[in-house]
């Protein structure tokens, strides 16, 4: 089991942020967390990375659970890839270096990598066809490259779990197109990690992903095989509209007829 959320629950005040949610990941599954703005998604994600203390509820990721162990610890095993991270990075810091930099879980690493840390670095880069990117600094680096090199940052220590947020932000169409099937590739290796992946753009259910979680209003609407949980009366739902879901062997799309539903 990679990943045991029981009965979460998150308030602030008299405010209710995440109601009462139940969700377990196991080994060789790729879930996608879908939801509309509000829905949840980003308090979720900063209670499993403990950036968000719960009022209620366990977590256990890859074994260990909050409040039990040292989460400062367990995060070097917990690969993120956020908008927060991209802005911190160092303008001049090199593609290679913010890679080594994983390692140690740190942002603008100053100390000096090791030949050993410069080897897999470059191995990590050659992995995700960013060879190319090593000498470049991060200035000068595109959107989507920064994307990947920042993957390639949060696969340096080698983690059993890699979380994306919203990694397709910023990103142009074209762009997108391309960072998705690098994705795909990246999961489809016999020693990818475990893909979470926060949207919430259905277009970004690449194939690889094999399950959804769906959120709406802090709670859990449905959870389950993408298949099962990606319908038109589900996400509809979701997103408080009448939509068509549009699904092919490689993509889904969304059109919405109507501005909004009913609220029943």
């Known amino acids: 089991m990679v990943l045991n959320v029981r009965e979460l629950r998150v308030e602030r005040g008299k405010t209710v942020i995440l109601h009462d949610i139940s969700w377990r990941v196991e080994r060789g599954q790729h879930w996608v967390i879908l939801g509309a703005n509000g829905s949840g998604k980003t308090s979720l994600l900063s209670a499993l990375t ?24 367990l995060r070097k095993r917990v690969g993120l890839v956020s908008s927060s991270i991209r802005q911190m990075m160092h303008e001049d810091e090199l593609a290679l270096e913010t890679v080594v930099s994983g390692k140690y879980a740190m942002i603008d690493y100053r100390g000096e990598p090791t030949p050993a840390d410069r080897q897999q670095a470059a191995r990590i880069l050659k992995r995700i066809e960013c060879s190319y990117l090593a000498a470049r600094s991060w200035r000068v680096l595109s959107q989507g490259e920064r994307q990947r090199v920042l993957i390639g940052r949060a696969l340096m ?84 509209a009448i939509v068509e879901l549009r699904c092919t062997a490689r993509d889904y799309t969304m059109a919405v007829t109507t501005k909004s539903r009913a609220v029943m």
């Open 50 to 73: 403990a950036y968000l203390t719960p009022s209620a509820g366990t977590i256990d990721v890859l074994g260990e659970r909050y409040g039990e162990t040292d989460w400062r610890e």
């Open 157 to 240: 220590a080698d983690p059993p779990l890699l979380i994306l947020d919203e990694p397709c932000a910023g990103l142009d169409p074209v762009a997108r197109v391309h960072f998705l099937q690098f994705l795909e590739k990246l999961g489809r290796r016999k020693d990818a990690p475990t893909m979470l992946l926060v949207t919430h753009h259905v277009e970004e259910i690449a194939p690889v992903f094999s399950h959804v979680l769906l959120l709406k209003a802090g709670r859990v609407l449905a959870q389950g095989t993408k298949d099962t949980v990606s319908t038109s009366e589900l996400l509809g739902q979701a997103f408080n």
